[in-house]
């Protein structure tokens, strides 16, 4: 038996076969990998860096996929099902909507697959593949096996998942409704077993808030420390309020943090339940104790609640050069389904698409909504420009002398490799359109 597991790119452009920018290891497909059996042939397709052979000789076709990619992942579904091949889909946007995802596909793996690929893979080998299999939430006690990604070039950064879900409930984040608002914490003695396997320097802790127990994140950082690893993670602006935990992470290794500041607008904050972003005080001075640490912050902002208009946009952008970020994001509200944020855009009427990731002519950084303040079109150019201007030679400049300070040298070169790079990837990545047009397809 031999199955092909496939991740989807978000798009492509007509006539290119993919977009060059930073590319990391997908940790889901090696995860899948590892609760393969052995005498089960494995084949994988990244479509993001490669083209996918759709005359592969295979028996069972499984694509992961998000909102995002959920339009492509259909497509090339439709390709291998016309073939005879049965597919699998699993990932976010399956779990969120798998009624839509089975009008796709022969059979849906909602929530994490550590409990039933292997049944799932059983059922389809006696024949009798169900429908939807509901996978679990929580742990697992299993190593992701890389060597799947041989042959590929990714990210020189090894990923190793520390834990799962976040505490929190803001209103726009799937994340959070994948999870219930609950984190799930893995197991130390995994953790440190997966960095000690890793190829490379660098290791991106995956966690989207490794600080959301502090208890468990102190563990994680006490037995990190060992290891003599350099790591960047995910956090929340409340670890500047904890010198003890600042320290014990910076000990550990830790270079970069990204945190989700979102806005710097009261109202919006409360709007999206992020109230406790502005809660801890000054934003200014959390930010300085981070960088006195020798913590690098990777600062994500998001625009289109209700009280953004152009000078929410240049604040963020100005509070961003101010603090000299390691890198930044500016990015538009995405409306992604089952979030509270979808379901109250939709009562209000303010959908420009009721389901954007499926419909034809809606392209990445286009928004897919109306803001009460501004138009959909003008707070699409107005994030795009941020982006620009922050990642301009004179900002990349400063910035770069900043970070001198604050990071290692490894650091140091890699942010001028990355963010020299990020103005043209802004251009590279606008109004590709969601899926793409058919023609790529074999007939």
């Known amino acids: 038996m031999k199955i092909t597991l496939i991740l989807p790119a978000i798009g492509k452009k007509p006539g290119q076969k993919y977009i060059g ?13 590892a609760l393969t059996p052995a005498e089960v042939e494995t084949e994988f397709f990244d479509d993001r860096i490669e083209l996918i052979d759709y005359e592969t000789n295979t028996d069972l076709v499984c694509i992961t996929t998000e909102t995002y990619t959920a339009k492509r992942a259909y497509r090339i579904a439709k390709v291998f099902r016309e073939r005879g091949i049965p597919v699998v889909m699993g990932g976010y946007h399956a779990t969120l909507c798998p009624q839509e995802t089975l009008e796709y596909c022969d059979s849906v793996i909602a929530g994490n697959a550590e409990n039933v690929w292997g049944k799932m893979l059983a059922d389809f080998q006696n024949g009798c593949l169900q429908r939807l299999y509901q996978g679990g939430i929580g742990e697992y006690d299993i190593h992701p096996d890389k060597s799947i990604f041989h042959g590929k070039r990714y990210l020189p950064v090894s990923l190793v998942e520390t834990g799962r879900g976040c505490c929190h409930s803001c209103d726009f984040c799937s994340i959070s409704k994948f999870y219930c608002s609950k984190y799930y914490c893995r197991d130390h003695e995994l953790i440190v077993d997966d960095i000690k396997a890793s190829k490379y320097k660098y290791t991106f802790l995956v966690d989207d808030n490794l600080v959301a127990n502090r208890a468990n994140a102190m563990g994680i950082f006490d037995a990190v420390e060992p290891l003599h690893i350099k790591w960047a993670g995910q956090g929340t602006l409340s670890m500047a309020k904890d010198e003890e935990l600042l320290k014990a992470m910076k000990r550990s290794g830790c270079e970069i943090i990204l945190i989700g500041f979102e806005s710097l607008n009261e109202a919006n904050l409360n709007q999206m339940n992020k109230s406790f972003n502005y809660a801890l005080g000054e934003r200014d001075e959390l930010v300085k104790r981070i960088h006195d640490a020798g913590i690098g912050i990777y600062a994500t902002f998001v625009f289109g609640y209700d009280n953004d208009d152009e000078r929410t946009v240049n604040d963020a952008l100005e509070f961003a050069k101010k603090h000299n970020f390691y890198t930044a994001a500016f990015n538009h509200l995405l409306p992604f389904p089952g979030t509270p944020l979808y379901n109250r ?13 499926l419909a034809d002519g809606y392209n990445y950084g286009e928004l897919a909504f109306h803001p009460k303040l501004i138009s959909a079109e003008r707070l699409s150019s107005l994030c795009r420009d941020a982006r620009k201007e922050f990642s301009a030679p004179g900002t990349v400049w400063n910035r770069g002398m900043a970070s001198l300070g604050r990071t290692s040298p490894l650091l140091w ?7 020299l790079r990020i103005g043209g990837e802004v251009d590279q990545k606008m109004n590709v359109p969601i899926g793409e047009n058919l023609d790529e397809y074999p007939k």
């Open 21 to 33: 920018t930073w590319k990391m290891e997908p940790l889901t497909i090696a995860v899948l990998k």
């Open 345 to 357: 855009l939709k009562q209000d009427n303010r959908l420009i698409y009721d389901k954007w990731w």
């Open 413 to 419: 070169w890699l942010f001028w490799s990355m963010n």
